[in-house]
């Protein structure tokens, strides 16, 4: 018996315990190694011309056989010599596939080997690793066995055929570890579907199955029928990739068919990203947008991700590196050869090629919902209604890292024409006169519409966004500006919309009324800290608004946030002085009744909190108040 060399049985032992976490990789393995065999025997065959492939089919076959306890991967590939079996498989991290890589420089040759380690991801499942080969060039048949850690023999073998036999003996079944699924057709076929689905060539599998015998002519009613099992071979990977397909060979239905089969998704996608990068990085996308939110999408248990394949092979199901939060929504996969695989191949190393794959996949989805915008405004539309909130607290996320990625990508609804804006439309749309882009808070579009500072800019002529997500205001203050106009909650005080005829009349009102404003504030007792008149207020008695950088809305948001401190807005009462009301008050002013005066501001007070969708301090005073008019 020949011993491993030098430290290979650490390696070894290593390799069985520590460097997969999953068992059933090694298939995997097994299954990249005989596509690799195939590749090169291929590459040979068009290579050298004394070579030929006479016709016979390039295939893996999986063979479980349930009485012996084996289980055979068969390949037609390159075969290994006796000296190849030794190099190759008696020398732990030596990879045989480097090796022909380095020696035949070409573009054509799609290798997965690597390390030097997958083949003895075996012993993990394996007591026994037989391996017969017959090399494609060179004498007679070989054969490699090993039990582990103790070493190898070679003999030689009997093989007709040109390739290899790698089997396994199954480790007997513990309470843990259920070694006998690797004997079962259907989770054979699983795992092929799952990690090696777009493997070039064939893998092939025998498979029994059962069916109705045909009714006999001479059946009675109480007939029932039997059943008869048969064997059928088949096909188990799908081989050519979709995304591997020119784009314009595959349908619409194609993508789409794909996109719900592999993301279980039942409806179909809102749209398909189909993208391929040559140069600095080169990998091919195939992204998805979806119809629908899934149901856990807003909770902490979704998990973002595209799928990563290193030449057809599944690397990671969930890649989260490749997706920043804001696009996290994105479904797809992405294969690329460009990308550092650690020694299990399981886990990515943080290198820079992903950051680089990770940074163009951004940009081309950005590209790509600006063009839906732009060409399929309704699916667009759509779209946002499930994923916008997503895109908006992505710019509103890490201090606002994110804004200019996204800014175009929101949408707002228009007080003034009644539909969903972008800010460059808004902007667009702006009179010349305009100094802000003006925006109402709260938690709904219609009675936004009504406050009496939407109207009035409305009334000027000018648009009002109706904002009714909670995260839309933090949003535009972290957007701050677009286009050089600076975004001003029509609540916050002056809106600088007054021409010069206006604000000389709004001053004079101002000192004309100087003494009953100032009791007006006295009596609200540091619940505002101004009371001011105007004429512009249109039907409304009264306005509030708040100063400074804590708007109402702000104040009503952050006040519901568990543990949060409470954040007062300032606030200004602005009053109607064109509304009865004014004059009411004026009376009570000039009658010196304080106690009325104090009773009247209470309630336009309260009042204007309920217009604005405030809650009240104190509900039972107000409608006692209400109670004593009525009287
Ligand atoms: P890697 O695939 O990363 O090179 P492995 O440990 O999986 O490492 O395999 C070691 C080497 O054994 C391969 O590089 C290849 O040269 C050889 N080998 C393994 N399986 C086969 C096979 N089915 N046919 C021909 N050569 C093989
Ligand atoms: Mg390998």
């Not at 916050?492 to 604000?503: I, R, T």
Request: proline share 3%; net charge negative.
């Amino acid at each position: 018996m020949r011993k491993f060399k030098a430290e290979s049985q650490k390696l070894l032992d290593l390799m069985i315990h520590s460097v997969y976490t999953n068992k059933e990789i090694f298939l995997r393995e097994l299954i990249s190694n005989a596509s690799d065999a195939l590749d090169k025997r291929y590459y040979l065959s068009m290579s050298q011309e004394n070579i030929s492939l006479d016709g016979e089919e390039l295939a893996i076959r999986i063979t479980p056989n349930a009485a012996e306890r084996t289980l055979t991967i068969s390949d037609n590939g390159c075969g290994m010599s006796d000296k190849e079996l030794e190099s190759n498989l008696g020398v732990i991290a030596k990879s045989g596939s480097q090796d022909f890589k380095q020696v035949n420089v070409s573009e054509n040759i799609d290798i997965i080997g690597q390390f030097g380690v997958g083949f003895y991801s075996a012993f993990m499942v394996a007591e026994q690793v037989t391996v017969i080969s017959r090399p494609l060039q060179g004498e007679g048949a070989w054969q490699w066995q090993s039990n582990g850690a103790e070493g190898y023999t070679i003999t030689p073998a009997e093989k007709e055929q040109v390739g290899t036999d790698i089997i396994l003996k199954l480790r007997e079944d513990t309470e843990n570890d259920r070694y006998s699924e690797f004997l079962q057709e259907w989770r054979l076929a699983q795992l092929v579907k799952n990690y090696s689905d777009y493997i070039r060539y064939p893998i092939r599998m025998l498979r029994h199955k059962s069916r109705p015998k045909p009714r006999p002519e001479n059946a009675g009613e109480d007939y029932a029928p039997e059943f008869e099992t048969y064997t059928e071979e088949e096909i188990l990977n799908s081989m050519a990739p979709l995304w591997k397909r020119n784009q314009n060979e595959v349908s619409a239905e194609e993508y789409a068919d794909f996109y719900k089969n592999r993301f279980h998704d039942g409806n179909p996608p809102a749209k398909t990203i189909f993208s391929r990068a040559e140069g600095r990085v080169s990998y091919t996308a195939l992204l998805f947008v979806p119809g629908r939110a899934p149901w856990d999408y807003y909770s902490r248990d979704f998990q973002k991700g595209l799928a990563l394949y290193a030449s057809g092979v599944l690397i990671q199901e969930k890649c989260a590196d490749l997706l920043p939060d804001h696009f996290s929504f994105i479904r797809g996969v992405v294969d690329s050869e460009d990308v550092s695989l650690n020694l299990s191949r399981e886990m990515l190393q943080q290198d820079h090629q992903m950051k680089k794959i990770a940074a163009s996949l951004e940009k081309k989805i950005k590209s790509e919902l600006l063009t839906m915008l732009k060409n399929q405004r309704e699916d667009y539309e759509s779209f946002f209604q499930e994923f916008g909130r997503q895109l908006k607290f992505g710019a509103y996320s890490d201090f606002g890292a994110h804004r200019d990625m996204l800014a175009d990508l929101l949408l707002f609804w228009s007080g003034k024409e009644q539909k969903m804006l972008t800010l460059e439309e808004y902007a667009a749309a702006m009179p010349a006169e305009q100094k802000y882009i003006y925006y109402a808070a709260g938690d709904d579009v219609q009675r936004l519409a009504k406050l009496p500072a939407s109207q009035l800019v409305l009334n000027k002529g000018m648009d009002v966004l109706l904002c009714s997500e909670d995260v839309d205001e933090f949003v535009l203050q972290m957007v701050g500006v677009y286009q050089e106009k600076e975004f001003k909650n029509v609540n916050s005080g002056d809106l600088e919309l007054a021409n010069a005829e206006e604000k000389e009349a709004a001053a004079a009102l101002e000192e004309q009324n100087k003494d009953l404003l100032a009791a007006m504030e006295k009596a609200l007792d540091g619940k505002v800290t101004k009371v001011t008149a105007s004429t512009l207020l249109g039907d409304h008695a009264a306005s509030l608004s708040a100063q400074g950088p804590v708007s109402l809305e702000m104040e009503k948001v952050l006040s519901k946030m568990p543990g949060a401190e409470q954040v007062k807005s300032q606030q200004v009462l602005e009053l109607n002085a064109n509304h009865p009301v004014f004059a009411a008050l004026d009376r009570a002013w000039q009658d010196k009744d304080e106690d009325k005066l104090a009773r009247y501001a209470a309630l336009l007070y309260d009042q204007a909190r309920l217009v604005e969708g405030l809650p009240l301090e104190d509900p039972q005073a107000f409608a006692a108040l209400i109670c004593q008019l009525m009287q």
